[in-house]
């Protein structure tokens, strides 16, 4: 059974779409997932938006979620993190350093092209040299942070769009970048 953790901003609107959507997508397939979801910014206990409410009803979902915020125990619980947006990642990573072998934002984790996957690698590097030279008082070489910037405007953005406080389309479309990447992902561990 793997445990997967989606997290977003305030845990109202994408992070709850993609865990509804990866519980009922995965059952429909017989794969064994747990799913849950947090904020970075959460607040335990806040209703999900009409919006994304209204997108899983749709699906055939009928759940009532509500926030939470992220926790040690919610990151010591997953096998794998997805974020909805780069941001988040970073941001849980520097939350959680010991997390970061298995953080990753859902579209990143889903692609497949050998190209990308080998420009994420070394791009995860570079962040990780950047941190640790900033720890240290020290700035990365011109060699590095011209890499950094040639990956970084190589690689296709994984961020899926916030929809808070926009219109039902706005969800809509948010909730159809969450599922073409689940489908991906179920994909992907239906090949494994």
């Known amino acids: ?106 579209k990143e984790y889903a692609e497949n092209d050998p190209g990308v996957l ?3 690698k070394e791009l995860d590097g570079l962040y990780a040299t950047w941190e640790v030279k900033r720890s240290l008082g020290q700035d990365l070489s011109d060699e590095e942070r011209e890499s950094l910037i040639e990956i970084q405007q190589r690689i296709p953005s994984f961020d899926i769009s916030d929809p808070f406080g926009g219109t039902r389309e706005d969800y809509d479309m948010a909730a159809a970048e969450i599922r073409t990447a689940i489908e991906r992902l179920l994909d992907k561990w239906n090949e494994e």
Request: charged share 25%; aromatic share 4%; net charge positive.
């Open 118 to 120: 080998n420009d994420l």
């Open 1 to 106: 059974m793997k445990h997967i953790l989606f997290v977003c901003t305030g845990n109202t609107c994408r992070s709850p779409m993609a865990e509804a959507l990866l519980r009922k997508m995965a059952k429909e397939r017989g794969l064994g997932v747990e799913a849950r979801s947090a904020g970075v910014a959460a607040m335990d206990g806040m209703p999900m938006s009409r919006h994304a409410e209204a997108v899983l009803r749709d699906h055939h979902i009928d759940e009532c979620l509500t926030s939470k915020a992220l926790s040690q125990e919610a990151v010591r619980w997953s096998d794998l993190i997805l974020t909805l947006t780069q941001g988040h990642k970073q941001h849980v990573i520097r939350s959680f350093p010991e997390a970061a072998g298995k953080v990753f934002t859902l």
